[in-house]
């Protein structure tokens, strides 16, 4: 079992900085691709970034060049630093860790954060 819980959310205008922070307890996170998703009111859960254990990474292209994902295995953390933040990047952000090759559809995670909000102001 993996216990993770993200830290870091909070309100922030437009044009601002966030980073993100995930936790991990229960089991090492070396083995795992470790998954950001986030889900807005109203709308399905959506892919973010995801790095492998080996530090391949991934990120949505609304996401590209604004968002970075990062791991670090020796403490089991990951981070997701956001820049550049918009209204509609507004939602829950969940952490995930997963086992799945893609890395990109949350069917493949099998353990989930509780989520941090993120509110982006104009």
């Known amino acids: 079992q993996v216990q993770l819980v993200e830290s870091g959310g909070g309100l922030v205008q437009a044009g601002g900085s966030l980073r993100l922070s995930c936790a991990a307890s229960g089991r090492t996170l070396r083995v795992f691709a470790m998954g950001w998703f986030r889900q807005a009111p109203g709308k399905e859960r959506e892919f973010v970034a995801a790095?492998?254990?080996?530090?391949?990474?991934n990120h949505a292209d609304s996401v590209k060049g604004r968002f970075a994902i990062s791991r670090d295995n020796a403490k089991n953390m990951a981070y997701l630093q956001m820049n550049s933040l918009k209204p509609e990047d507004t939602a829950v952000y969940y952490c995930a860790a997963g086992y799945g090759a893609s890395m990109i559809r949350n069917t493949e995670y099998a353990y989930w954060g509780q989520g941090t909000q993120v509110t982006v102001s104009t």
């Open positions: 790095a492998s254990w080996s530090g391949i990474v």
